[in-house]
T-cell receptor, first 121, second 113 residues
Framework: AQTVTQSQPEMSVQEAETVTLSCTYDTSENNYYLFWYKQPPSRQMILVIRQEAYKQQNATENRFSVNFQKAAKSFSLKISDSQLGDTAMYFCAFMKHEISNSGGSNYKLTFGKGTLLTVNP | DTEVTQTPKHLVMGMTNKKSLKCEQHMGHRAMYWYKQKAKKPPELMFVYSYEKLSINESVPSRFSPECPNSSLLNLHLHALQPEDSALYLC????????????FGSGTQLSVL
């Protein structure tokens, strides 16, 4: 079974500064995906960034980037130039690809407990 | 259309009521999911449908009954719920083909009295 650990229940950062959220995971799989999802007060889960385990290059999406260390099973999220709209709960998630009985693809997400990020003006 | 639409947004029901949650997507995704999320907790997977067939049931009590009548629609039928079932119910869909991306709806906030 996979586990995902986020060791920082809460963090805060000043607007325009940089913050890093930590995530570690445990798996015996070799091929998998890692994600950071954001859940603002509206409670909709929004995909922030995705990393494929077979890719060594760290994923980047505008102000969001990851530091993926496969051997260490670490997947941290860096948010640059923090904005007030970045205030949200951030969940790290692991996914392995499974083939269902019907032949389709199942994507089963395992979430960490989340880090509540507050961006202060 | 890149949205997953869930209705209703809020639902209050008694323990003897029967109600249904609805989820719709028109992105051509052939995998659809129900998640349950308690306050300040991560979402927990309940059900997965793949090609309109139930492929994962995470040992969910039978008072929750999922249904996938077509490739765009996913329902969750509720009957004889308990107060501890009060939670945010999230629907998600994903494209097939190895992308691994889930698209979530904004959820139904359910209160069981």
């Amino acid at each position: 079974a996979q586990t995902v650990t986020q060791s920082q229940p809460e963090m805060s950062v000043q607007e325009a500064e940089t913050v890093t959220l930590s995530c570690t995971y445990d798996t015996s799989e070799n091929n998998y995906y890692l994600f950071w999802y954001k859940q603002p007060p509206s409670r909709q889960m929004i995909l922030v960034i995705r990393q494929e385990a077979y890719k060594q290059q760290n994923a980047t999406e505008n102000r969001f980037s990851v530091n993926f260390q496969k051997a260490a099973k670490s997947f941290s999220l860096k948010i640059s130039d923090s904005q007030l709209g970045d205030t949200a709960m951030y969940f790290c998630a692991f996914m392995k690809h499974e083939i269902s009985n019907s032949g389709g693809s199942n994507y089963k997400l395992t979430f960490g407990k989340g880090t509540l990020l507050t961006v202060n003006p | 259309d890149t949205e997953v639409t869930q209705t209703p947004k809020h639902l209050v029901m008694g323990m003897t009521n029967k109600k249904s949650l609805k989820c719709e997507q028109h992105m051509g995704h052939r995998a659809m999911y129900w998640y349950k999320q308690k306050a300040k907790k991560p979402p927990e997977l309940m059900f997965v449908y793949s090609y309109e067939k139930l492929s994962i049931n995470e040992s969910v009590p039978s008072r929750f009954s999922p249904e996938c009548p077509n490739s765009s629609l996913l329902n969750l039928h509720l009957h004889a719920l308990q107060p501890e079932d009060s939670a945010l119910y999230l629907c998600a869909s994903s494209p097939l083909g190895g992308q691994g991306k889930l698209f979530f709806g904004s959820g139904t906030q359910l209160s069981v009295l």
